[in-house]
């Protein structure tokens, strides 16, 4: 199993403002992802952290929106950019192999 | 792209009775996962099931994945306070190939239960 840890577990920003969520696993893992959920909503998938690569982004989801780093098997990062309101929303990561293990969140209020 | 659909959205129930959730892909999977998000908390992981027609039972909860791979379905028996949460299904992204932990979540179903 493992445990995933995210920082900060909620923050309210202003508008374009950017925000850095940092998630870490207390074992390595192969496979490292970043999910939306709104509450009371599904889990949308934003990207796959590749460690040593850049990123692999889904559709509707960019780069220079989200980037997102992944140093190491145990860390990485989310940064949403010039925040707007729509980006409110509960960011999660998961690590893990054909079980994903999740982080706690990061509520995000963008006024 | 792939959908994987899920009813109902919502399910209350009284403390006792039965709950079942199913859900539906459009595409063949190679497997599919149940996840438990508690109100407030993080999506856990239940299950995966790999076989066709396959049946694991978990003490209540019975998970069914039927002959085609395309269907789902998770089942409470005498459901109690304790199982209050939202229950997602959650197959392999299409995209994804091997790639373990990419996943398409369904909507997810909502349980209330009411003591």
């Known amino acids: 199993s493992a445990v995933i840890s995210q920082k900060p577990s909620r923050d309210i920003c202003q508008r374009g403002t950017s925000l850095t969520i940092q998630c870490q696993v207390d074992s390595q893992v192969t496979m490292m992802f970043w999910y939306r959920q709104q509450p009371g909503q599904s889990l949308t998938l934003i990207a796959t952290?590749?460690?040593?690569?850049?990123?692999?982004?889904e559709s509707g989801f960019v780069i220079d929106k989200f980037p997102i780093s992944r140093p190491n098997l145990t860390f990485s990062t989310l940064t949403v950019s010039n925040m707007s309101p729509e980006d409110s929303s509960i960011y999660l990561c998961?690590?893990?192999?054909?079980?994903?293990?999740f982080g706690p969140g990061t509520r995000l209020t963008v006024l | 792209g792939q959908q994987v659909m899920q009813i109902p959205q919502y399910q209350h129930v009284q403390e006792g009775e039965d709950f079942t959730t199913y859900c539906n892909s459009s595409?063949?999977?190679?497997?599919i996962q149940w996840y438990k998000q508690r109100p407030g908390g993080h999506p856990v992981f239940l299950i995966q099931l790999v076989k066709s027609g396959e049946v694991k039972k978990q003490k209540r909860l019975t998970f069914q994945f039927g002959e085609a791979k395309k269907n789902s379905s998770l089942h409470i028996t005498a459901t109690q306070t304790t199982d209050v949460g939202t229950y997602f299904c959650a197959g392999p992204s299409v995209a994804g190939g091997t790639s373990y932990g990419k996943l398409t979540f369904g909507q997810g179903t909502i349980l209330t239960v009411h003591p």
């Open positions: 595409t063949t999977l190679s497997n």
């Open positions: 998961s690590g893990g192999g054909y079980e994903q293990f």
């Open positions: 952290a590749n460690q040593g690569s850049e990123a692999t982004y």
